[in-house]
């Protein structure tokens, strides 16, 4: 529960001014309520094949997906995010009769939001396959054109003193809310407490459209030789009508030679297959549907009486004209193999990656109205290595046990950034984290920090320099004061398959693995806090960390712990030590490597004289255990999984331990 629960002589003062309990069982918060959300969705395909002349055949394909979602989600007036509410926006005293509930003080929360969905796909192409010459010679050829349309439309609403028998809510003041309560039993935010039309009330519409045309051919010579290549032209609407932005053809070239095949080859019994493959090619990417364009993106909705009418436009997405497709040049060398009568078969691809105009949060001048617009970065380079196994390690009549193994690794750089922001001071680098972590001449997704050097006899936290000196002065620390702790994007990624089966029965073990990268530690961040006193804060906000009973309280606690004292001035705190030191120390950079199984699946399919009996082809039934074991490097029980690493955040974790159980039924 909230830290502020501790100090009694809070709570009670709050209660008896509202005359609302403020007590908070989280077991009995599951009775205060319920959520139910229905969906349906229709999936209608067709397609047409026309052969129209030796090998040259039609083929069309069509598409239409149409959902609907509804939800509706309750809270009565003994939740505590209603009572929280009632006490947040309330003013006087139930002790000399001048209370004033501007949320309603009965009836709950109610919530409703229906989403709708409809995307379609037509795509038309002609196929060619010919052989001759006893298949000496194969050519596959294919040309089309393809278009698509995505559109999604949901709205949501909040009704506050809704009586769920009755189905009536009351009527909020939004004018007034939107205004600010000021003096309230409890702040909700900022200095006094605001709400606003735009909270209850939301309506969301996309809809993004992309036009294509390609083709590709393939030769083949003697079932050794092969030569391909691909060409392909988007258009989408997200670019707007800028030839310079949209004209961005895809393509790649191949060949591939199967060297297994020659007759020098023959003699080894023992390999199946091997080849070798080559490949250059160029493709593009864009940015989520409303999220960047060419053009300003516009929303509009309700505020406060500030504005003429409380009716507003705002831009939350300022015009990029020079916005143009991500684009990504890749040269890959593989090898395929396959040995024992093809009992382990495999493949190895290195690569090279070169991405130019890479999509993502580029810092702009504030002077403009925005810290940040979606751009285009810079450029980018990955070079990595991708393995993947298949073994079948036991093959008998009765019993089997089959492998399967993909493991890669991928090592990048900032070749070159688009970056408006002067990066001068060990601050900016921190700041700039905030957008992703991309410095020119390190990895992406970087992560920097502190060189902490402890607390001084006051309880302050210090750095250290590149000189060696020491120091806890205010924004002294300079980029090459900075040290580089890695990269939030792991270097290994993998996972190990094993499925035993024994006639109609099997069992089934998944991991998953992801090596090689940091993350920031969630530490103790409150330094700081002006809301000790009845109606100083928020008690929505949550506990305190832990680490906060650590801190530093007398002299000498400097030579125990490294976490920095309480200032109970805001002001004073951030005027005579930066916290941040402590906050984005290298000491609070920790190993995110992290395995986990996965899954472990055991399932039975019924004998076929058993399914014929009922003209069924296939019945199985199963029960899977998930999330069942986690390995992790750091010992602070973190799941890197559920984890902001960057930030030093940490998610609610979901689907551990959990037990499912399916039937699988085909006729």
Do not use: C
């Not at 900022?190 to 519409?205: G, K, L, M, P």
């Amino acid at each position: 529960m909230p830290w502020l629960y501790r100090i009694e002589s809070v709570r009670q003062n709050l209660e008896s001014r509202s005359g609302i309990n403020l007590n908070y069982v989280p077991l009995d918060e599951v009775n205060y309520g319920y959520s139910n959300d229905e969906s349906l969705q229709a999936r209608l395909t067709a397609g047409i094949a026309v052969n129209l002349y030796k090998g040259l055949r039609f083929e069309g394909t069509y598409g239409l997906v149409k959902g609907t979602s509804e939800g509706r989600s309750f809270n009565d007036d003994r939740a505590y995010t209603v009572r929280n509410m009632t006490v947040s926006f309330a003013t006087g005293s139930v002790l000399d009769n001048t209370i004033k509930y501007n949320f309603p003080a009965k009836g709950g929360k109610y919530v409703r939001s229906d989403a709708r969905q409809q995307n379609w796909t037509v795509r038309n192409q002609l196929f060619f396959n010919r052989d001759w010459d006893n298949l000496n010679h194969q050519v596959t050829a294919l040309a089309g054109m393809e278009q698509q349309e995505s559109f999604s439309r949901g709205n949501s609403g909040t009704f506050w003193g809704y009586d769920d028998g009755l189905i009536a809510p009351q009527a909020l003041d939004y004018v007034t809310l939107s205004a600010g309560i000021a003096n309230p039993i409890l702040l909700y935010n900022s200095n006094r407490s605001y709400w606003n039309f735009s909270n209850d009330f939301s309506f969301t519409e996309s809809k993004s459209r992309l036009r294509s045309v390609y083709g590709n051919i393939a030769y083949t010579f003697l079932q050794k030789y092969t030569v391909n290549g691909s060409w392909r032209k988007d258009e989408s609407s997200l670019f707007g009508i800028d030839k310079s932005a949209q004209n961005r053809p895809v393509w790649s070239v191949g060949a591939k030679y199967k060297i297994s095949s020659e007759p020098f080859m023959q003699h080894l019994n023992w390999l199946n297959l091997l080849a070798l493959r080559l490949t250059y090619g160029l493709t593009g990417n864009a940015p989520a549907p409303g999220i960047a364009s060419s053009d300003d993106i516009i929303s509009g909705g309700s505020t406060s009486s500030v504005y003429p009418g409380g009716r507003i436009y705002a831009i939350v997405s300022p015009a990029n004209r020079r916005l143009s497709w991500e684009s990504t040049a890749t040269t890959n060398f593989g090898i395929d193999f396959g040995v024992l009568n093809k009992r382990l078969i495999g493949s190895i691809d290195l690569y090279m990656r070169k991405t130019k105009d890479m999509l993502g949060q580029l810092p702009v001048n504030a002077f403009g109205g925005y810290n940040a617009v979606i751009g285009n970065l810079g450029d980018l380079e990955n070079k990595g290595l991708e393995l993947a196994l298949r073994s079948e390690n036991i093959k008998g009549k009765h019993f089997s046990w089959s492998s399967i193994l993909n493991m890669a690794y991928n090592k990048n750089k900032i070749t070159r950034l688009s970056n408006n922001v002067n990066i001068t001071t060990g601050n900016n680098i921190i700041s700039n984290n905030a957008y992703g972590g991309f410095f020119q001449g390190y990895e992406a997704y970087a992560i920097f920090a502190y060189n902490y050097a402890g607390l001084d006899a006051t309880g302050d936290p210090q750095i250290r320099l590149k000189d060696g000196s020491v120091t806890k002065a205010l924004s002294i620390a300079k980029p090459e004061d900075m040290l580089f702790m890695g990269t939030y994007q792991p270097k290994w990624s993998g996972g190990l398959s094993n499925t035993f089966r024994y006639n109609g029965f099997s069992l089934t073990a998944n991991i998953i693995a992801n090596l090689g990268h940091v993350m920031r530690k969630d530490v103790n961040t409150m330094y700081s806090l002006n809301r000790l006193s009845p109606g100083g804060g928020s008690l929505s906000t949550g506990n305190a960390h832990a680490d906060f009973d650590k801190r530093w309280k007398k002299a000498g606690d400097e030579n125990v712990t490294d976490i920095p004292r309480w200032i109970g001035n805001a002001s004073t705190s951030a005027t005579t030590r930066a916290t941040n030191y402590y906050t984005y120390a290298n000491t609070n950079v920790l190993n995110a490597s992290f395995m986990k199984l996965r899954d472990i699946t055991f399932a039975y399919a019924l004998p076929r004289n058993i399914t014929d009996k009922i003209r069924a082809q296939n019945i199985s039934l199963s029960i899977q255990l998930s999330n069942i074991m986690l390995w992790k490097a750091n010992k602070h029980n973190i799941d890197p999984e559920y984890f902001n690493a960057l930030t030093g955040t940490r998610t609610q974790r979901s689907g551990f331990n959990t037990v499912t159980l399916g039937a699988n039924v085909s006729f």
